[in-house]
C-alpha cells in the first residue's frame, strides 16, 4: 500500500513523515559524520507510516560503506514482527557525495516496499534529505512531504538510540543544522526548508 | 524432520506469498535444496552461481548468524527456526583519494 499524492490522471510515491523524525535522522547522521549512519523507522504493517525511529549501528563504520550489525538487526526485526511493523523508512547517510542511491544501495536494497531515504552531511550547515524508491533495481525518486507532529497515532515518537556510545544523547542541536534541502520532483513537491532561528 | 523458515518480503513471490515455509536438511545447503524443490528459484536468490552464500542476505539458525557457523555448511536440526533477511548495506561512491569501500563477503 502506497501513500500516494494524487493529481489529476496520475497517481505519484511520496513519503510523508513528521518534523520530529525528520530532525532525529538529521540529527544521528550529524552525530555519526564523518561516518555513515544508518536506520529505520518502522511503522504498522500496510500503513506506509513511519512511527518509529530506530537508528542502527554501523557496523562498518566508515565513511563510505554502512551495513547493519547482523545480531541488531535481527533483534529489531523480530520486535517490528512482534509490533506487526514493517520497515517504512530505511535510511542512510553520505557523508562526502549527494543523497542519490549509489550502485551499492541499488544492489543491497532489499524491502521493496521501504522509502529509501537518503541524507547528506556533506555540507557542514544544509543537510540534503531525498526519498526514493528502489523496486528491481529500479530507483524513482519520490518527494518528501513533511507534516508536524511526532509521527505516531499516539502523538509521541519514539528515540531508542542502538548506538554503542551510552552517553549520546538522543536530542537535536539546534546549531548543527541550518537547512534542510530537499529533493524536488517536478510532478509534485510538498516541503518545507527550515532555517535555525 | 521440521525446520521452519521465516521468508522476507522481497522472496515471497518464490512461496506463493508464504511467510514462512517448512523444509528439511542436515545442513543450511540441504534445507536450501529441499526448499528449492518446493518453491523453484529460491535457492538461486540464497546461493551464487559458485556455491556460496548470497552477500545480499542475512540467514539466521535461531539466535546465531550462519556465516559463523559455517555458512552453508551451518548444521540445522529438527525444531530449529531459520530466518532469511535482506542484507541492509550499502556505500557512497568512491571519490578520488577516499579509502576504499568494504564489501561484504560470504
Redesign the interface.
Known amino acids: 500500500m502506497l501513500a500516494a499524492f494524487r493529481r489529476p490522471g496520475r497517481l505519484v510515491s511520496v513519503l510523508t513523515i513528521s518534523q520530529a523524525i525528520v530532525d532525529a535522522i538529521v540529527a544521528h547522521a550529524r552525530r555519526d559524520h564523518p561516518d555513515?549512519a544508518?536506520g529505520i523507522v518502522a511503522g504498522p504493517v500496510g500503513s506506509d507510516t513511519p512511527t518509529r525511529h530506530i537508528p542502527m549501528t554501523n557496523a562498518?563504520r566508515?565513511?563510505?560503506?554502512?551495513?547493519?550489525d547482523?545480531?541488531e538487526?535481527?533483534r529489531v526485526?523480530r520486535e517490528m514482527e512482534a509490533r506487526d511493523e514493517?520497515p517504512v523508512v530505511?535510511y542512510?547517510s553520505?557523508?562526502?557525495?549527494e543523497a542519490y542511491?549509489?550502485?551499492?544501495?541499488i544492489?543491497?536494497?532489499?524491502?521493496?516496499?521501504a522509502h529509501y531515504l537518503l541524507v547528506s552531511t556533506r555540507e557542514p550547515d544544509v543537510t540534503e534529505i531525498r526519498s526514493f524508491r528502489i523496486v528491481d533495481g529500479t530507483v524513482t525518486e519520490e518527494p518528501v512531504r513533511v507534516v508536524e507532529g511526532h509521527g505516531s497515532p499516539e502523538g509521541a515518537a519514539e528515540l531508542r538510540p542502538q548506538s554503542s556510545d551510552p552517553n549520546r544523547e538522543p536530542t537535536v542541536d539546534p546549531n548543527a543544522v541550518q537547512s534542510y534541502l530537499f529533493g524536488q520532483n517536478p510532478v509534485t513537491v510538498d516541503y518545507e526548508c527550515r532555517s535555525a532561528s | 524432520m521440521a525446520i521452519e523458515v521465516r521468508i522476507p518480503t522481497i522472496l515471497r513471490s518464490y512461496t506463493g506469498g508464504a511467510k514462512a515455509v517448512e523444509g528439511s536438511g542436515e545442513t543450511l545447503r540441504e534445507l536450501i535444496e529441499n526448499l528449492d524443490a518446493t518453491y523453484p528459484g529460491l535457492r538461486d536468490r540464497l546461493i551464487t552461481a559458485e556455491g556460496g552464500l548470497h552477500r545480499f542476505v542475512n540467514v539466521y539458525v535461531n539466535d546465531e548468524d550462519v556465516r559463523f557457523l559455517g555458512a552453508l555448511d551451518a548444521k540445522v536440526s529438527d525444531g530449529d527456526s531459520v530466518t532469511i533477511l535482506p542484507a541492509v548495506a550499502g556505500g557512497a561512491p568512491v571519490a578520488a583519494g577516499a579509502p576504499v569501500a568494504r564489501f561484504v563477503t560470504a
Open positions: 555513515e544508518c562498518a566508515s565513511m563510505t560503506f554502512y551495513e547493519f547482523s545480531m538487526y535481527l526485526w514493517e530505511i542512510h553520505h557523508t562526502a557525495t542511491p549509489s550502485r551499492t544501495d544492489a543491497y536494497a532489499g524491502w521493496p516496499q
